[in-house]
């Protein structure tokens, strides 16, 4: 009897089932959105759950558009390994949920991102975690809150929004004799800024700042020691689940490319911006790390690869009314929080960024109501100043 053929599949199977063209060699790296990967066998699915074998199993925790991202996450921090995260507060709270337990201490920047604050004072806390604020860059106040044992110690620098410079050899050295991992925020020098070799253990990125460069998407990571990662905070990650969309991966992966050259025109832009904002009336005192008058100009030109940055932070006449002037009169420049965008923001911390940190601890840390931060994008300087002087007019 001549074999018969099976059964056509019904519509609705074809529907779902129709085979799929292989991988192709794609040029650009092809975005995986899937949430799950196929076994071949069911000891192939035992294996991977085993962690005997590298392969995929679940987008929450791994998946070929998180690898591509942390490969060049890696490379551009001489790491050795990566991981991604939901945002760059995942990343931070991966690092702290990841290095303390009950009982730990930490010592953090009190110049640290508005968000960070909140996450340690609010949350970490809670869990019976000790932290203490650095409230400026002065080693003496490093030294005296490293003199005891120290799970972790976190800072940002250039710091957001007064552009604080931390000395990283010097506090990379205070934390590895208090025995604590020495996190470094890396998201307001991107590039040319390398923490990992100046002694820090961890550094984290917002890849929804520079890495993303327009402001499309938010994503983060974290660079660090391989086994580090694995052991302590991709636990974390695949248990707490806040994992980056392929799709953000995929942006951020293709934003790098294009990072060096980028932030240079980002850094050189805001460079003469600065200068020419010195000489203008109604801006009081201009911050920048790249001007001749930021006090910690030569530590950051030696830790920074010789780039002064992109955010320009000023102090206007009239206090928060002027601040609020010079914003509203603004005609290109974006009003948001965001920053590191290929577009000019502007941005009046107090009322927005840190709006919720207690005025106390605003006034110490310099956020006074007269501060206005700038990020320099991309356009080209001539239309920038002209925006600059009409908000300049309105004070
Ligand atoms: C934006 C930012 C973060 C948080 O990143 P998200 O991607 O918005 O979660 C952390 N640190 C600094 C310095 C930042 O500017």
């Known amino acids: 009897m001549k074999k018969s053929s099976p059964p056509p599949r019904a519509l609705e199977t074809r529907l779902i089932r129709a085979p799929a063209p292989p991988p192709a060699a794609d040029h650009s790296q092809a975005l995986h959105l899937t ?67 009950a009982g730990s201490r930490v010592v953090c920047s009190a110049h640290v991102f508005g968000a960070t604050l909140q996450l340690f004072e609010r949350f970490l806390r ?38 604080e410079v931390f000395d990283l050899r010097k506090i990379s050295a205070l934390a590895k004799k208090a025995g604590a991992i020495f996190a470094v925020d890396n998201c307001f020098c991107p590039f040319g800024q390398n923490p990992l070799d100046h002694g820090a253990d961890l550094v984290i990125h917002s890849a929804t700042k520079y890495l993303d460069g327009q402001g499309r998407t938010i994503g983060g990571g974290v660079v660090g020691g391989r086994d580090f990662l694995r052991e302590n905070l991709l636990p974390f990650l695949r248990s707490a689940g806040p994992s980056l969309s392929p799709f953000n991966a995929w942006v951020a992966a293709a934003g790098i490319e294009t990072l060096p050259l980028r932030f240079r025109a980002h850094c050189a832009r805001a460079q003469n911006i600065a200068r020419w904002l010195e000489k ?58 965001n920053f590191g965008d290929a577009k000019s923001t502007a941005t009046h911390p107090a009322t927005t960024t840190h709006s919720r940190v207690p005025a106390e601890m605003r006034a110490r840390l310099g956020i006074s109501d007269d501060l206005v931060r700038l990020s320099i994008g991309l356009e080209a300087e001539a239309d920038i100043r002209a925006d600059l002087r009409r908000g300049l007019a309105a004070l």
Not at 314 to 328: I, M, N, Q, Y
Request: a positive charge; one cysteine or more; proline letters at 3%.
């Open 35 to 101: 949430s799950s990967f196929a076994f071949a066998s069911a000891a192939e699915a035992a294996a991977r759950f085993a962690g005997d074998d590298g392969g995929y199993i679940y987008s929450r925790f791994s998946n070929p558009n998180h690898d591509a991202l942390a490969a060049r996450l890696a490379a551009l921090e001489n790491g050795e390994s990566a991981l991604t995260t939901a945002s760059g507060m995942a990343a931070i709270a991966a690092i702290a949920f990841g290095v303390c337990r």
């Open 280 to 337: 203008q009336k109604g801006a009081r005192r201009v911050l920048h790390t790249g001007l001749a008058s930021h006090p910690s100009r030569e530590l950051a030109m030696q830790q920074q690869g010789g780039l002064g940055g992109a955010i320009v932070s000023f102090f206007v006449d009239g206090g928060k009314e002027g601040a609020w002037r010079f914003l509203d009169a603004l005609r290109m420049m974006t009003r948001t929080a």
């Open 126 to 163: 809670k869990f019976d975690v000790e932290i203490d604020f650095a409230y400026s860059a002065k080693i003496g106040e490093w030294k005296k809150l490293l003199s005891r044992p120290t799970a972790l110690v976190l800072l940002e620098t250039p710091s957001n929004p007064t552009l």
